[in-house]
């Protein structure tokens, strides 16, 4: 049976689902503000969603992604601490799509459009609290782990 990935928003985890059985269990940071679809409102989309794009395969951990394209950058310690305020997107990109029409597809509620994607992060401290600005950040050992077992057309399910 295919792997899903089920993002809990309250717990802060994604875990990927294969069958009935949870195979792995990874702490996560979702929006630190919250849950919602709007385009703009730096929340983590809820609902029904699929893997629509991975990017990074073969990049080192700690590669930075600008644009969804690699710039050639190494995000070292000194280099966040020089630029903590940065959103910095590491490692892969899982990007999602909305597959909930007016919830979380089309319009100004579109995942895909609002650039939502599990991706690394340098602020491994605050993986497990609710920091992001939408998207579902991950240590990137974890998000590499991650990419290499799910497939264009995953399922992904984020719930509160």
Known sequence: MEPRIRVCLAEQVL???EGDSVRERWPISTAARGAGEQEGSEQTPRGRHRVCQKIGEGAPEGAVFVGREPTGEQCTPARFAAEPERDWILTRILWLEGLEQGRNRGGEVDTK???????????EDRIGAA???GCIRMRNADVAALFERVDIGTPVEIVD
């Open 131 to 133: 920091a992001s600005h």
């Open 113 to 123: 459009r609002r650039f939502i994607y599990i991706h690394g992060s340098p602020d």
């Open 15 to 17: 875990e990927l689902i």
